[in-house]
């Protein structure tokens, strides 16, 4: 990947995402002083963006020894361990970090934590498309009932869902909407099945917030999203309405590849923050190929959100008279982009809404220039491989 060259500060290199020279950057700094904490704790997590798990640990482990106070890298070390299902090793850098809820969620976890039963590959229909795609999964061995999918998200329940599977909270701790606090409540449910697979032991929260779903239909009962997605080789194929799920081995990887190639589907890196947030190559107008979100469930089920700033920088004229306000905290202006799209995957006048902040690039370090929601996806099919960590787009 080539974008706009920023100075050879491996700092701004990782800003900006050009995360593999960032990574040789602070290797250099490394050479001449090994225990930089700095250097070391970047250098982990640029590793776990990619689910390279042994670099992620040796860099982080070294980065917490030599800075003791860096919370942000003690939750990065412990994903480490959550994105392998070693949850009984995240817990103490969880506590560490001072994250006490998911701390007593992982270790209340008995048996093999999200254990995959069944069949080797499932497809599942989705049920509805807007505003966002559905599915019927099974909580429990209870009749199938009504999942929402978001990309964006963890394993979420309704307090409904959750007191008819028996759920015990096993901690709670404080999340928001756009319109509200919410109150989140932490535990594990046996048994989560999709089709003719089976999940068993999966951690899951549960909340009372509305979820996403049509005028005057009913709410979906939860959310299934990437930390079930990274469990499996995992296709959202929109265009031809169905959630297709194969076990991460070689011989499903090696069928799928060859499937893509047949298909000549567009294949792009990928990256996982924040726990379940992935990424990858995008452009807005032109504007790119830079770093892009790929959170489906974006509110409003807008094709691409952005800031001012990329906004501005894309040539985009933002439309200042009609603000969409999510909340007095949330003022966003809508645009169109003549042209938006994952390498060769691309849309043309594209409706997408800039902000006045973007406070999840704060959080994960670095910028993206936008994301990409479900409504750009509903002419292809995109594949999220989390253990080649390649994102895959095929037009239908």
Do not use: C
């Amino acid at each position: 990947m080539s974008f706009a060259a920023p100075g050879k500060n491996p700092d701004e290199l990782f800003k900006a995402g050009e995360f593999k020279k960032a990574d040789r950057g602070y290797a250099q700094i490394l050479k001449k002083d090994p225990d930089n904490a700095r250097a070391n704790a970047q250098r982990g997590y640029i590793a776990l963006l990619s689910n390279r798990f042994a670099e992620a640990e040796k860099f982080l482990t070294k980065a917490v020894g030599l800075a003791p106070d860096d919370r942000f890298s003690k939750e990065q070390l412990a994903d480490v361990f959550v994105r392998q299902d070693q949850l009984s090793r995240a817990v103490p850098w969880l506590r560490a970090a001072g994250v006490e809820p998911y701390a007593k969620q992982y270790e209340s976890v008995t048996g093999i934590p999200n254990e995959v039963r069944g069949a080797q590959s499932t497809r599942v229909p989705f049920t509805t498309l807007n505003p966002g795609p559905t599915i019927q999964a099974s909580v429990n061995g209870a009749e199938p009932v009504t999942f929402g999918l978001d990309t964006g998200a963890p394993l979420a329940f309704t307090m409904e869902t959750a007191e008819k599977a028996g759920l015990r909270a096993v901690a709670t701790s404080k999340g928001r909407t756009s319109e509200e606090v919410i109150t989140i409540y932490h535990g594990v449910v046996g048994s989560l099945r999709m089709g003719g697979i089976e999940l068993r032991n999966v951690p899951v929260v549960w909340h009372d917030a509305e979820m996403p779903h049509p005028l005057g239909a009913a709410q979906p009962k939860g959310i299934i999203g990437t930390t079930i997605f990274y469990h499996f080789l995992t296709t959202l194929d929109f265009a031809n309405q169905a959630l297709i799920l194969r076990r991460k081995t070689e011989a499903q990887r090696r069928k799928f590849r060859a499937e893509a190639e047949r298909a000549r589907a567009e294949r792009l890196p990928l990256w996982l923050a924040d726990t379940h947030i992935p990424y990858t190559l995008g452009s807005v107008n032109g504007h790119g190929p830079r770093v892009v979100g790929l959170d489906t469930g974006a509110e409003g089920a807008i094709q691409v959100g952005t800031d001012e700033k990329t906004a501005k920088l894309a040539g985009l004229r933002i439309d200042y008279d009609r603000p969409v306000t999510f909340s007095a905290m949330d003022k966003t202006y809508p645009f169109v982009a003549p042209t938006a799209g994952l390498g060769r995957a691309v849309s043309r006048n594209v409706y997408g809404l800039a902000s006045q902040d973007s406070a999840l690039n704060n959080r994960v370090g670095f910028e993206t220039i936008g994301n990409f929601s479900q409504e750009f996806f509903k002419a292809f099919a995109v594949t999220f491989d989390y253990a080649g960590m390649n994102l895959y787009i095929a037009h239908k």
